[in-house]
Nanobody, 122 residues
Framework: QVQLVESGGGLVQAGDSLRLSCAAS????????MNWFRQAPGKEREFVAA????????DYADSVKGRFTISRDNAKDMVYLQMNSLKPEDTAVYYCAAASRWGLSAGGMDYWGKGTQVTVSS
């Protein structure tokens, strides 16, 4: 029903910025909440940020609050994650996810992208 494709990852130095993009296709009308998760090797997938359908409501993990900004453009079926002041601990595969209902757990997501690698060197 919904396909999600992330892009924008790469290798950067600590303090640099990256902007991740998530392109959605298919029947996206039920994607009321769009989310970003990340997963580092050997660790479980963790919540990063979420945004409501209108783009007004947003939520962030404490570890990224003040540094990352989530946004969406419904006309283009795009979701973005602006990442500033990147730290080595931000290194992970970043995943875009869609959900019909609010939730912070990975298990509550309805659709997932395949992920994009973000590597931050010190």
């Amino acid at each position: 029903q919904v396909q999600l494709v992330e892009s924008g990852g790469g290798l950067v130095q600590a303090g640099d910025s990256l902007r991740l993009s998530c392109a959605a296709s298919g029947r996206t009308f039920g994607s009321n909440f769009m989310n970003w998760f990340r997963q580092a090797p050997g660790k479980e997938r963790e919540f990063v940020a979420a945004i409501g359908r209108s783009g007004i409501w947003k939520d962030y993990a404490d570890s990224v609050k003040g540094r990352f900004t989530i946004s969406r453009d419904n006309a283009k079926d795009m979701v973005y994650l602006q990442m500033n002041s990147l730290k080595p601990e931000d290194t992970a595969v970043y995943y875009c996810a869609a959900a019909s209902r609010w939730g912070l757990s990975a298990g509550g997501m309805d659709y997932w992208g395949k992920g994009t690698q973000v590597t931050v060197s010190s």
